[in-house]
Structure formats: structure tokens, C-alpha cells
């Protein structure tokens, strides 16, 4: 029997007789149509509120929110992170947990910024002449508007959260905390002010943080400079010198020879004060012989340079000759001076030779151009030699050569105003300005360009610089609760021993998280392992300010609790304006006998990465609903953080940080990162290329369900592809789930509890099977929501339902269900079987097909519509494990095999147009493998291959017969059914065995009419 019976007979239509699917769960989604009205139903019944109430009382998982940028619409990136949230939310719920999300939004900073000062702009206005305060209202009006924006298009994703409540950084409670929090670094003495090179956007005029650069190709010019050798004293490994000169064989003396650097900044040559090598590499010292005679690099001039990189060095330099004069040895360069090749016009100072061992051999010249205001490394060997420099009478002063308009200072002899990039992010005149004086000082060697990865801020998309500026920072190697700022002439303690420092926090933190996919620790271990201190503060003005006072006379920062708590109390009520309007201090300083005039207010703001490293202060521990008893407080609660793989330099980064610092651990038990959105190409999506595909547009064309289904098929831990092509095949995946639920739904018109076989050990093997699978297939689904692996639950449930299901048991017992008698045990047992299948896959389902399932609930219990039910109310629906039956399942995977033959013989006889429907065949089974025949013992392989009959016989059968080469030792030979066809099943039947009354169809269809009390045609 199938589904298309509508033939009718002469005498009488038994299509009514039939217990056809009956259903109004359509068989065209509609999703684009049909989800608004569960989203609405959803808020009517406020089901996030009932969530928590079924929760109440289960050990709690917490998904707490990776802030989004308030500043515009989300896109593909956004809907791939809260969907991706949402199945993890949803199926810890339905695994037993309390499970609550609650979203959140980043407010604050620079992107909101710039918007606002393009209004000015447009206005012809200046941020400067507005009042630091309206400017910040400003700025807190259009995050609101944006927050309300995303908030309706992540509902609209199906994504389940406390969307009425959610956390904002720009909150009043959310800004008092933040203070606090950066407060208590400053009492424990984390907090400092220094000065160091750190990455500095000119086009944004602000510090950066490494998670806010991006690394794009960038074009540089390249300089080889010479630095002509003062001094060639020989000094022990103590420092002392000895009054030996160092000379070659041929005794020609180092003082007259040049140490060569190679540098991609020309600009920074301004700021140099040393030159680093490495004792590991051997050097050369190294005299021209031939060069054309307008060459920079002249005849007769002699180079100190590795002697891996000697032959490039004169390459560049257009040398045509060269010799190798003498080794020099590491001794010999620890002991040398060197004049700036500026030297004369106002850079009269000695530069130093320092051993570094971030010096290599790999390219350049072996020796490093060290300015040590405008590059991390350079600074750390500049301070680790600060003694010994002093000791030796040079200052060790770092200057700052470059303001922050990117332009050169007085600091810069001879280049003043000089521009390093323009306030538009272009490239400045200050590398040509530089190249020529160098030339006209006779110490350029070459020059050319490079093309290479360079930092650019990811707002604006242009060149960063390094520079010396005075920032705030947070200690990493400082001892916590050490009072002073750190003395970076001291060495540090190492990371991962045994002092209590933010890094070995951090580390050990770490190693106590899950990570998801395991990778992710090494990844983060590494980048706490080699940062430097963390940059906070920031010259804007939409932020958190850094709310601490430094005593001017001594420089240091003010540390009373009393003074803290006023501020704090101050933010709770009127937010973080109310420092901006306490221009001089006396609101938080005289009422505790402090002199305002004798204390700095720090204007900087802070870094929008220690705002949302603070989320959890003002959300996992102020919310009682999100509060968490983990299992190092002796709880078996757990916290999840999950995001974007960038976020291991980011908000993982920056929280793990904060919490170490204020807390001693991290604020999560469990990460999980996933990759990012590229087109079916495999490339970056852009506008301007045209292959963006944006969340809002696959909803309205196809219903976000589709897009749900995108993102639990796909390999989360990688890239993922999208695009329409791509969209297309997960639109017929779910076409096929749909259908199947709808098929069950309508099967299950005909069920009710009186109808129901409570003990599965008396249905029917076919029956017992699909059980034995439930109990089989349920736990692997659990451990795989379990695990965040959505993939393996897509994978395993489209297999079940597509070829297990609607391929196999639907399609044998469509002929019981629809044309067996009401009393019949098969029918009754089917039906039982429907709807356990329906239970758990409705379920199983629901954190994934948020929308259809909920659909396909409400349809089977239509009592839920009235009495605010939901199927994401449901624990995932379980199978006993007594309905396991290993030995009846490998039996049935014999008989399986033999059905496959059977049916692969009546395709080529359909397609060869010799048979219509596999019920006008009876075909011959020869089976030789007397495994295969045991299995068919007391089995209908007729039934089971929906044929009106089937002889099966020993051996191999004829050669011309239809074999599968899998399937050795059963063949096939198709024959037509004798007999009429049944006017109500279709299948063929004797005549001989007609009841009299109902002649025209089979027994068991007669015994079905007389049941139903129908008349015989």
C-alpha cells in the first residue's frame, strides 16, 4: 500500500475505508510566515520566565554572553555566534540543567566614537568645543538604539534568553562595577603608570590592543644604514674593560668599520639608541672591493655583518665585490660603541652594542636597529641593560619622538613635523625626510621596499605605529600586592613558577578550563605566556575612566577605600558621568580631608576589553538567577564562555585576566570557540567583492530553521562556507525532516492511549527493532549534545529519520497502518511505535528546529496551545534501556541485506518499464549463505520488500539473475504476481482465497471493512 490511493472502483471508493495520514501541519513550511507567530506565542506565555521555573532546583549551566558591538546591524558572523549559543543553551535545559542565557552588549568605545564625530563633521561641528558630558550622552543614545535593533534581530533567530533584562557595559550598576573592578588592581598595586612603546593609532589618536589590530599586506620601504664603530674595548663578561684592542690577522683595527642594520621603519632612526646582536651568530667583518662609483656602499669601506647574511647585505647594496677580512667575535661586539649615522646634526650620542636573543640570522643584517620608544623588543633589551648602560654614562632616557598626530617632535632633530602617517591613515613624508639626511650623511647603504604583514586597527582598517607614550597598565610579572610600579630593570619571575603573579594566575587558570576543541589551550597558553603588560587606558572619551587619583609630588596613586566606595556609590546613580563632571576631584577628595590641588584626576578611559574581561562581576555574580556554585566552590555548577577563535587574544583573553587579577581564577569552567563565515568559495565574505550573504535575507527567503540547521551541520571548530548554493541543499534536508514529522503526525490521527501496546515485548520484531534503535541512537544524541558536537546530532538523526525511517519502516508498515483492521496487533503496535518515535525525535530535535518543532508539538497536543506548553518545557525524551536488543538488530541487518537485492532487481524492472508499482511483483530469492536464510526464518521478506508475494529457494541462482556485489550469496530474479489486484491494498491476491462477501479484495482487507461495518461491493 502507498500513499496514492485515490483509484477508485466501479462499484465503491475504499479510499474512504483507508486509515490515511490526517493532518494540518502543512507540507510547505511557510517558516518565513509561520516563525513571528511562535515568536510572539513564546512572548504571550513569556516562556523564558517558565524555563526558569522548570530549571529551579537542577545544578545550573551558565552560557554567559560575549558582548556584540552595539553599532549596527548584525550579520552572518553574529547569527552563526547566537545561534551556535542558543543550541548550547537549549540543549543543556533539555539535558536536565538549569540553563540560562541572559545576552549582553558591548557599549562603549571608539566605534561609537567616530560615529558621533562624523555627525559633528557632517554638522561642521568639533568634537573639542562639545562638552565632554553631552558628547558621552550622545554617545550612549546611539548604543541604545542599536542595542534595541540587534535585540529584535537575534529573536528573530529563535535564540532563548532574558531578552527583557539584558546587561549593558554602559549601564549605571554595570559602569560602578567596572570601576570597582579596575580599582581593585590600583589597591593591590597591579595598576601602574609607565611609559613604554605601545601599538598607536593616529587615525583614532588612542592606544591599541593587540586583539584590536588586524595583520594586512603593506608595502614598506626598506633601509640598510650604517653605524661607523667608535670604541673596540673588550670587555669581560662582568662588564669590566680591558685595555686590549680588538684587531684582525692583517691588525686593521675595528674603529674604522661600520656595524650595519636593516630596518621596514626608516622613521624610527630618530628614536634609535643601540644595536642589538646575538652571541649565537657568527659575524664577519667584511671590506668592499668593487662597486660602480656613484654607490652608496663605496670601495675600500668595511662592514661588521652575520656571515649568513653577508652576501644578501652586498647584493641589495649593488656591491660587486667583497672580501671577508676577519671573524668578530661576540666579545669583541659586547665591548663596542657606535656613532648614530646621524651624528652631527643633533644625534651626538654613543649607541651600544647589546646581546639580545630575539636577534636572528634569518634575514637583514644580524644586527637589530634598537630605538627602544617604538618597539616592544627593543624596549625589553634597552631596560634589562639599564644598569650597565648607566655604568658605561649613557642616558638611558627613551624619548618620544612622535607626538600623537603620528609627527615627529623635538625629540627628532632636524625632522620636526614631519609626519609618519597622515590623520587619514595615509603614509607621511617622514621615511623619505629620514632616507635622505642618512644619504647625505654618507651611512645609507641600500634601500628598497618590502611587502609584508604589518598591524592595522580593525576599525579603521590603517597602519598602526609604534610609540613611547605614558599609558596605564596592569602588571603581569609583578608579585600582587607589591606596592610601586614594577622595576623593569629587574628580571621578572618566570612564568609558571611559583610566584603569585598575574601570568602564573593565568596560566595555571588555563590548565583548570575545558576547552573546546582542545586546541584553544595551547593557543591561549601561549599568548599569556609572551604578552607584555596590558595596555588599559585609553585616550577617548566614551568609556569608563580610569577612576584613579595620583598624588602629584610623589606619583602615586591614591589607594582609600573610603574614596573608591564614593565613587562607586556616585556611578550606581548617575553612571560614569559623574567623574566627567567632577572636573577637579573635590566631589571624592575633600570629604576625607584630601587637597584636590594636590592630586591628578586621571582622565584616560579604559580599554573596552577590560569592560567586557569585567562582564562577569556585574552579571554571573550580581544576578541570582546566574549565580553559580562551581565546582571549586564545591558545586557542580559550570560557566560557559563562547565565541569566535579571534577571542583567544580577545574577550577569553581579557576576562581571564581580570578575573585572575581580582579573583585568583578564571571566570569560566568551560570555551568554546568556532571558526569564521566565508562564501562557498571559500573566501572572505565583502561587500564590495558581492558575497555577503546576509542572516536577515535567508530569513525572509527560507525561515531562520534553515539557518539553525546551517550552523549544527557544520564543523563549528573550522571556517564555515555558506552561500545560496550551499543554503539550497540544507533547504532539502530540512524539507526531508519536515516531511517525515509531518508523515508521523499524520499517522498519529489514528492512535489514542486505548490503542496503545504497553508491553513491546509482544509487538512485532519489526517493531521491537525500531525500539531497540531509539535506545540505541538516544544516548549517542544526549552525549553529543553533551559534548557541543551538533554535527553528529544533524548527522545521526537525518540518517535515522531519512533512511531508517521514511525509506524503511514507514514504507513496510504504510500497507498496516492504513489498510490493517482496527483490532489488528501489527496496526496497534506500529502506531506505539509512531509515536515514541515521534516523542523523541520532536525533542531531540527542538534545541536545533526550534520553530518546527514546536510547530509539530503543538499540532500532536493541541491541549499545549491552551495550556502554555512547549516542547522547549520537555527533558529530552529517553528510550528505556530494556528496549535494546543487540541479537535482534544483527538478525535484521541480514535480512536487510537481503531486501536490498530484492528491491535493486525491482528498480531496473520499474525502470525498464515492466513493472509499475513493487506490488505486480513476486519475485524468486535464491539465497546460498545459510546465515542470510537462518535470518529470514519466520520472517514476511514480502512484506518487508512491500511485493504481493516472494518464493524464496536455496542456492545460487541462475547466471542471468540480479545480484549485488556487496551482498554475495543472494540473487534475484523478478517475476510478476499472479492473481487480481485488491481494490482497497492494491496488493495481488488468489481470487480463490476472496471472502464471498467482499470478493474484490483480500481476506485481510474484508476483515478490515467488516470491522468498520462497510458493505461489501
Not at 627613551?398 to 602617517?421: C, L, S
Not at 606596592?483 to 609558571?496: H, L, N
Not at 548617575?574 to 592630586?599: I, Q
Not at 525561515?703 to 564555515?720: C, E
Request: contains cysteine; proline residues 5%; charged residues 25%.
Amino acid at each position: 500500500m502507498t500513499d496514492k490511493t485515490t483509484e477508485k472502483t466501479d462499484a465503491v471508493d475504499y479510499s474512504q475505508t483507508l486509515f490515511l495520514p490526517q493532518t494540518e501541519f502543512p507540507m510547505r513550511a511557510g517558516l518565513p510566515q509561520r516563525e513571528p507567530e511562535l515568536l510572539a506565542r513564546w512572548a504571550r506565555m513569556d516562556l523564558y520566565r517558565k524555563l526558569r521555573e522548570a530549571g529551579k532546583g537542577r545544578d545550573r549551566f551558565v552560557l554567559h554572553d560575549g558582548p556584540p558591538y552595539a553599532n549596527g546591524n548584525i550579520h552572518i558572523g553574529h547569527a552563526l555566534n547566537k545561534v551556535l549559543k542558543d543550541l548550547v543553551t537549549r540543549s543543556q535545559q533539555m539535558l536536565g540543567f538549569d540553563s540560562n542565557y541572559v545576552p549582553g552588549w558591548d557599549c562603549h568605545g571608539l566605534p561609537i566614537e567616530w560615529k558621533i564625530e562624523e555627525q559633528y563633521r557632517a554638522k561642521g561641528l568639533n568634537k573639542d568645543d562639545v562638552d565632554v558630558v553631552e558628547f558621552r550622552k550622545e554617545c550612549r543614545t546611539f548604543a541604545e538604539h542599536w542595542v534595541s535593533i540587534q535585540r529584535e534581530e537575534f529573536k528573530r533567530l529563535g535564540v532563548e534568553g532574558d531578552w527583557d533584562d539584558p546587561y549593558l557595559t554602559m549601564a549605571y550598576p554595570a559602569e560602578a562595577q567596572i570601576a570597582r573592578e579596575i580599582m581593585k588592581f590600583a589597591e593591590t598595586g597591579q595598576l601602574y603608570r609607565g611609559s613604554k612603546p605601545v601599538m598607536w593609532s593616529v587615525v583614532e589618536k588612542t592606544a591599541l590592543a593587540e586583539a584590536e589590530v588586524e595583520y594586512e599586506e603593506h608595502v614598506s620601504d626598506t633601509v640598510f644604514v650604517a653605524f661607523p664603530v667608535l670604541d673596540a674595548v673588550v670587555r669581560s663578561a662582568d662588564g669590566d674593560a680591558s685595555a686590549t684592542r680588538f684587531h684582525t690577522a692583517d691588525n686593521p683595527s675595528l674603529k674604522g668599520a661600520a656595524v650595519v642594520i636593516w630596518t621596514t621603519t626608516p622613521w624610527t632612526m630618530p628614536g634609535n639608541r643601540a644595536i642589538s646582536f646575538n652571541h649565537k651568530i657568527a659575524y664577519g667583518l667584511y671590506r668592499v672591493t668593487a662597486a660602480p662609483e656613484q654607490n652608496w656602499a663605496k670601495v675600500g669601506a668595511t662592514y661588521i655583518l652575520a656571515k649568513n647574511l653577508a652576501e644578501g647585505v652586498f647584493k641589495a647594496a649593488k656591491v660587486e665585490a667583497f672580501e671577508l677580512v676577519a671573524d668578530v667575535p661576540a666579545a669583541a661586539l659586547a665591548g663596542l660603541t657606535a656613532a648614530h649615522p646621524l651624528r652631527g646634526h643633533g644625534y651626538d650620542f654613543d649607541v651600544p652594542l647589546l646581546d639580545g636573543d630575539h636577534v636572528t640570522d634569518d634575514a637583514g643584517t644580524g644586527f637589530v636597529h634598537t630605538a627602544p620608544g617604538h618597539g616592544r623588543e627593543d624596549f625589553d633589551v634597552w631596560m634589562s641593560n639599564g644598569r650597565q648602560l648607566a655604568e658605561r654614562g649613557i642616558d638611558t632616557h627613551i624619548p618620544y619622538t612622535v607626538d600623537a598626530d603620528g609627527r615627529f617632535t623635538k625629540d627628532a632633530p632636524g625632522f620636526e613635523g614631519a609626519q609618519v602617517i597622515t590623520d587619514t591613515g595615509e603614509k607621511g613624508n617622514a621615511n623619505e625626510v629620514v632616507i635622505k639626511a642618512l644619504a647625505a650623511s654618507g651611512n645609507l647603504v641600500a634601500r628598497g621596499r618590502l611587502k609584508h604583514q604589518y598591524p592595522h586597527s580593525w576599525r579603521s582598517k590603517k597602519p598602526v605605529i609604534f610609540r613611547n607614550t605614558p599609558q596605564w597598565f596592569i602588571a603581569m610579572d609583578k608579585p600582587i600586592g607589591e606596592a610601586g610600579a614594577p622595576d623593569v630593570a629587574d628580571p621578572q619571575p618566570v612564568a609558571g613558577g611559583n610566584t603569585d603573579t598575574l601570568r602564573n594566575r593565568a596560566l595555571k587558570a588555563i590548565k583548570d578550563t575545558q576547552w573546546v576543541p582542545a586546541a584553544g589551550e595551547n593557543r591561549i597558553n601561549g599568548m599569556i605566556a609572551n604578552r607584555p603588560d596590558w595596555v588599559v587606558s585609553r585616550q577617548r572619551a566614551w568609556g569608563v575612566p580610569i577612576t584613579v587619583f595620583v598624588e602629584k609630588e610623589t606619583k602615586e596613586v591614591l589607594v582609600d577605600a573610603r574614596v573608591n566606595a564614593a565613587i562607586a556609590e556616585a556611578f550606581e546613580a548617575e553612571g560614569a558621568d559623574a567623574w566627567f563632571t567632577d572636573t577637579d576631584g573635590a566631589r571624592f577628595l575633600k570629604p576625607f580631608g584630601y587637597d584636590p590641588a594636590a592630586y591628578e584626576r586621571v582622565t584616560d578611559v579604559l580599554d573596552v576589553w577590560f569592560d567586557s574581561g569585567s562582564t562577569h562581576a556585574f552579571t554571573l555574580e550580581k544576578r541570582a538567577d546566574l549565580r553559580a556554585r562551581r565546582r571549586g566552590d564545591g558545586g557542580n555548577d559550570r560557566v560557559m564562555y563562547l565565541e569566535g577563535s579571534d577571542q583567544h587574544r580577545g574577550w577569553f583573553h581579557s576576562s581571564l585576566l581580570e578575573s585572575c587579577g581580582t579573583r585568583g581564577r578564571a571566570p569560566y569552567d568551560i570555551v568554546l570557540t568556532h571558526g569564521f563565515c566565508l562564501d562557498e568559495k571559500g573566501e572572505k565574505m565583502s561587500k564590495s567583492k558581492g558575497n555577503v550573504t546576509a542572516p536577515q535575507d535567508i530569513i525572509k527567503d527560507s525561515g531562520a530553521d534553515i539557518l539553525r540547521l546551517w550552523v549544527a551541520a557544520a564543523d563549528y571548530s573550522d571556517d564555515l562556507r555558506i552561500g545560496k548554493e550551499i543554503l539550497k541543499t540544507f533547504v532539502e534536508t530540512y524539507r526531508k525532516l519536515r516531511n517525515t514529522m509531518r508523515w508521523m503526525l499524520g499517522t498519529l490521527a489514528h492512535f489514542s492511549e486505548d490503542t496503545r501496546v504497553a508491553e513491546p515485548q509482544t509487538m512485532p520484531e519489526l517493531e521491537r527493532l525500531m525500539l531497540h534503535r531509539l535506545a540505541e541512537i538516544g544516548p549517542q544524541v544526549e552525549e553529543a549534545y553533551r559534548t557541543y558536537d551538533y554535527k553528529k546530532v544533524v548527522t545521526l538523526l537525518s540518517q535515522f529519520m531519512n533512511t531508517e525511517l521514511s525509506a524503511f519502516y514507514f514504507d513496510v508498515r504504510k500497507d498496516a497502518l492504513y489498510c490493517d483492521p482496527l483490532s489488528s496487533h501489527v496496526r496497534k503496535s506500529a502506531l506505539t511505535v509512531v509515536d515514541h518515535l515521534f516523542r523523541c525525535l520532536t525533542t531531540w530535535l527542538a534545541p536545533i528546529l526550534v520553530f518546527t518543532a514546536e510547530e509539530a508539538w503543538l499540532e500532536r497536543y493541541p491541549d499545549q496551545k491552551t495550556l502554555d506548553g512547549s516542547v522547549h518545557l520537555e527533558l529530552f525524551a529517553t528510550a528505556p534501556d530494556d528496549w535494546l536488543d543487540p541479537e535482534l538488530a544483527e538478525r535484521w541487518s541480514k535480512i536487510r541485506k537481503v531486501r536490498r537485492v530484492v528491491t535493486g532487481a525491482l528498480e531496473l524492472e520499474r525502470a525498464a518499464k515492466r513493472l509499475g508499482s513493487s506490488l505486480e511483483a513476486a519475485p524468486q530469492v535464491f539465497i546460498a549463505d545459510p546465515d542470510l536464510l537462518a535470518a529470514l526464518s519466520g520472517a514476511d521478506l514480502a512484506e518487508i520488500s512491500i511485493t504481493s508475494g516472494i518464493r524464496i529457494e536455496t542456492g545460487e541462482g541462475p547466471a542471468e539473475a540480479f545480484r549485488l556485489p556487496d551482498v554475495p550469496g543472494v540473487a534475484v530474479v523478478p517475476h510478476r504476481a499472479d492473481g487480481i489486484k485488491c481494490a482497497r491494498s492494491w496488493k495481488y491476491f488468489d481470487p480463490a482465497t476472496a471472502d464471498d462477501a467482499y470478493p474484490t479484495v483480500t481476506p485481510r482487507d474484508a476483515r478490515a471493512l467488516r470491522e468498520l461495518g462497510r458493505g461489501a461491493a
